[in-house]
């Protein structure tokens, strides 16, 4: 699999925009496209990001954690952390933002949008909207990005985040009139697959064995497996681990309780374990996390940016 950070402007189309700030918020759309081709991309892993692609002209294929959606004009689809994607070759005029999930769940904290792990990780929400909708989207979408020309200044990340609470509350009373499509198969593997999501959110912080989860449910160690193969497309024991992992990192960038006090907390035996366990699953210790990603550093960034104007 591809990593979500490695893509490019020339891996998704021939003509687009692709803006980042420092890889906490990305901004990709081919809005001054004439054909609208979107190049075919591989399956990649999105551990880190909240993903939200809105088509205004033509179709665009993806395929999250196996389920392919067919998007046409004036559909959106918002794709959470711990999912597999693929994106087909399609032609469609689109624009796409991501945040990385630390920083989005913690926008959904403070306006208190809802947490549970269905709607937060391992899953898409697909939604059709009128024109109109769209458009209003666009017009903050727009913003946002024009924000990524301006030169650095000492509110300018504040400014990112308050123009995508602007976009959530308009995306959110769109959302209260139009349903959601609910798309793949609603089946008995889909009823043990959402009864598994649960009990990971009821008990992620003490069990951490496949056993334990298919246990509860009344299936075997392998069924299981062969459930979160076809909708999360990652054996039991990877979800268990991403979803620990996604915890961890929303409390790392939280920084109010330090790494031993984490590790407590998550019944890990030592803190070197619990080190060892987060840097198999992510590539970094936990202390380099926190050096790239705690949210004190949007402040400490914002000094050193001025600092440098003085």
């Known amino acids: 699999m591809i990593d979500i950070k490695t893509l ?9 925009s692709y803006l980042s700030f ?20 591989d399956s990649f892993f999105n551990a880190n990001y909240s993903i939200v692609i809105t088509v205004v002209q033509g179709s665009m294929d993806i ?8 998007m046409k004009p004036n559909d959106y689809i918002s794709i ?39 709607h937060n990780s391992f899953c898409f ?4 909207f009128l024109p109109e909708h769209i ?18 200044y000492l509110m300018k990340e504040f400014v990112f985040r308050a123009l995508i609470v602007v976009y959530l509350t308009y995306l959110y009373h769109v959302k209260s009139t139009f349903g959601e499509i609910i798309l793949g198969k609603n089946s008995r593997q889909r009823t043990m697959f959402n009864q598994f999501l649960d009990l990971l959110n009821d008990h992620y912080n003490k069990e951490r064995s496949v056993q334990f989860y298919a246990g509860k449910i009344g299936i075997t160690s ?12 990652l054996p039991a024991s990877n979800v268990i681990d991403q979803y620990v992992v996604f915890r961890i990192k929303l409390l790392l960038y939280d920084g109010t309780i330090n790494i031993k006090s984490i590790s407590e907390s998550l019944n890990f035996p030592t803190q070197s374990f619990f080190g060892r366990y987060f840097k198999r699953v992510t590539g ?6 926190i050096a790239q990603n705690s949210k004190y550093l949007m402040d400490e960034d914002n000094v050193q940016s001025e600092k440098q104007k003085d």
Do not use: W
């Open 80 to 118: 959470m952390p711990c999912t597999t994607v693929e994106i087909q070759e399609s032609r469609a005029i689109f624009f796409c933002h991501m945040v990385q999930a630390s920083l989005m769940m913690d926008i959904y904290n403070h306006i208190g949008f809802e947490t549970s792990i269905r």
């Open 284 to 289: 970094l210790s936990p202390r380099q996390y």
């Open 125 to 128: 929400h697909y939604h059709h």
């Open 135 to 152: 458009a209003r989207l666009k017009e903050v979408y727009l913003l946002q990005k024009a924000e990524m020309f301006r030169p650095n």
């Open 63 to 70: 395929v999250v954690d196996g389920t392919l959606v067919k």
């Open 222 to 233: 392998k069924y299981l497996s062969s459930i979160t193969t076809e909708f999360a497309q």
């Open 22 to 41: 420092k890889d906490k918020y990305i901004y990709i759309d081919n809005l001054d496209s004439k054909d609208g081709l979107v190049k075919a991309v």
């Open 8 to 16: 490019t402007a020339e891996d998704v189309t021939a003509n687009t």
